[in-house]
């Protein structure tokens, strides 16, 4: 078992060059977008297609009635009458970012304010069993579009860690892709990805058939667990911000948890996500 990972999402462009038709990839954006995909599976959603922009999203919408709206631009739940831009908070009415005289792009306009945001916490059975839910996130859909080619793509987080290693039984080739926050790594996807490295080859010392950057997600992962995995994450940049927000806060402890749940997120051929 082959068992690479890209630690950041400036290496996502890459994989466009690459043929990972034998390749096993597992994104993780724990903080939060593939933690809040597996709770909704877990909780009864039919299917969830990722999308890159916001457009996308809304244009699928209308053509589709009865899909929901999900989706966030720096945590913040996506509404109408507002512009977005792909690393910036909404920007309210202003035509200016930061004064530098450069308007964000239309298509980071909403024509509606989105269903849901990106927090776990709000998929809950009522609202999403038999649902349809259309998602664009800031880093974990572009992740997992980035990954579309290759032969199984996974959603993985903390919640659902162990089915996802059981899904890899077997495997030659996987590649473990953190998500990150805008163009820098996330320590939160790294750890899971360690996580999951030393789940898949626990207890041994032989490195023969570990990229360095599976090693090194590894040591972070452990070199971690005795303080805490929710302190670690707490303690991140993304975890920070969320602490920082009162609706958010809880959600950073909720990601945090291990395998709560017994399933694994796959997406298909078509781009779509559902629980196998």
Not at 28 to 36: C, E, G, K, P, Q
Not at 135 to 142: E, K, L, P, W
Not at 151 to 175: C, D, M, Q, R, Y
Request: hydrophobic share 40%; proline share 4%.
């Amino acid at each position: 078992m082959k068992i690479e990972t890209i630690l950041s999402p400036l290496e996502l462009p890459a994989l466009a060059r690459r043929d990972l038709r034998r390749t096993v990839c597992v994104v993780f954006d724990i903080l939060r977008a593939t933690s809040t995909f597996v709770t909704a599976l877990h909780h009864g959603a039919a299917a969830i297609i990722p999308v890159g922009e916001i457009a996308e999203a809304t244009a699928l919408c209308q053509k589709q009635p009865g899909f929901l709206l999900a989706g966030e631009r720096d945590g913040v739940r996506i509404r109408a009458a507002q512009k977005w831009d792909k690393h910036l908070a909404c920007l309210g009415d202003a035509d200016d970012v930061g004064g530098t005289g450069q308007a964000s792009s239309p298509s980071h306009y909403s024509p509606v304010d989105f269903d849901f945001g990106n927090s776990p916490r709000e998929y809950t059975p009522e609202r999403v069993r038999g649902k349809t839910i259309v998602s664009t996130t800031s880093n974990g859909t572009r992740a997992l579009l980035a990954c579309a080619q290759a032969k199984v793509v996974s959603a993985a987080s903390f919640l659902n860690l162990t089915a996802t290693a059981e899904l890899l039984s077997g495997e030659n080739e996987i590649l473990l892709v953190c998500a990150g926050t805008g163009d820098n790594p996330a320590v939160e996807d790294i750890l899971a990805a360690g996580a999951l490295v030393d789940l898949l080859s626990p207890g041994k010392d032989t490195h023969s058939n570990k990229s360095s950057n599976s090693l090194v997600a590894r040591a972070a992962y452990v070199h971690a667990v005795p303080a805490g995995l929710e302190n670690a994450i707490a303690s991140s940049e993304n975890g920070r911000r969320l602490s920082a927000i009162t609706e958010l806060r809880e959600d950073v402890a909720f990601c945090a948890q291990r395998d709560v749940f017994n399933l694994v997120a796959r997406m298909d051929a078509g781009g779509v996500l559902r629980r196998v």
